[in-house]
């Protein structure tokens, strides 16, 4: 496979206001008030006859916390076309590899640290149109909603990933790289004149 990133895509097409690029992210996600059962195992700890709890066998999942560093982080968006996201990336100094998928533009942030930072100037270019910042610690995945640069509720992982394209959990797992992809556009390294070229072809629309 011919991989690595492009420096633009001229032909992305992205609308004035890059929310519309969106395609109703917040509105078709219904999420339930309460998905705890989801977390939550349907029997209780076993027991023996003489009431001891049985411990089980492998107990390293304690050892990971809210603590553990931020070894990958995402923004799953809706944008249609990587092209584009990347160059508005770029000009809000986000240094971000995107990459498109069936369900939008993914930006993986370069420096996992900034993923707050990160998801907040992307949701401020969406404007009301909500992004899921995806974060992996160690073993453990967090999805979190950001809307106009806030940071929202925190979403079942697992339900977001439910449905999710193959590529967005490889990212997540380390099991493919960016470098590995086709149509891959990065943020780093580009200039802002050829990201407001990149922007200003993309809300002309296709060329004829």
Same mark, same amino acid.
């Given at each position: ?13 992205? @609308?004035?206001?890059? =929310?519309?690029? /969106? ?7 219904? $999420?339930?008030?309460?998905? #705890?059962? *989801? ?6 700890? #076993? ?8 411990? @089980? ?7 990971? #916390? ?13 944008? /249609?076309?990587?092209? @584009?996201?990347? =160059? /508005? ?15 939008? /533009?993914?930006?993986?942030? +370069? ?10 100037? $992307?949701?401020?270019? *969406?404007?009301?149109? @909500?992004?899921?910042? *995806?974060? +992996? +610690? ?7 909603? &950001? ?45 802002? &004149? ?6 200003? #072809?993309?809300?002309?629309?296709? +060329?004829?």
């Amino acid at each position: 496979m011919s991989g690595g990133t492009e420096g633009s895509q001229p032909d992305d097409a992205l @609308p004035d206001d890059p =929310a519309r690029a /969106a395609d109703g992210f917040g509105d078709d996600l219904t $999420i339930p008030d309460d998905l #705890s059962s *989801l977390t939550e195992s349907p029997e209780p700890a #076993s027991t023996e006859p003489d009431g001891e709890v049985t411990i @089980p066998d492998d107990l390293s999942s304690l050892t990971e #916390s809210a603590d553990d560093p931020v070894t990958v982080a995402l923004v799953v968006t809706q944008v /249609a076309a990587a092209g @584009p996201l990347a =160059a /508005a990336c770029s000009l809000a100094k986000v240094d971000v590899d995107v990459v498109p998928s069936p369900v939008g /533009a993914l930006a993986l942030l +370069r420096d996992p640290r900034t993923a707050a930072a990160g998801a907040a100037a $992307i949701s401020k270019l *969406l404007k009301a149109v @909500p992004v899921v910042l *995806l974060e +992996r +610690r160690a073993s453990q995945i967090t999805a979190t909603r &950001w809307t106009a640069g806030e940071q929202g509720d925190e979403l079942p992982a697992g339900l977001v990933l439910s449905d999710a394209p193959a590529v967005l959990e490889d990212l997540l797992l380390g099991g493919v790289s960016v470098g590995d992809l086709d149509g891959v556009v990065t943020s780093v390294g580009l200039s802002r &004149w050829k990201a407001m070229r990149m922007l200003a #072809s993309s809300t002309r629309g296709p +060329r004829r």
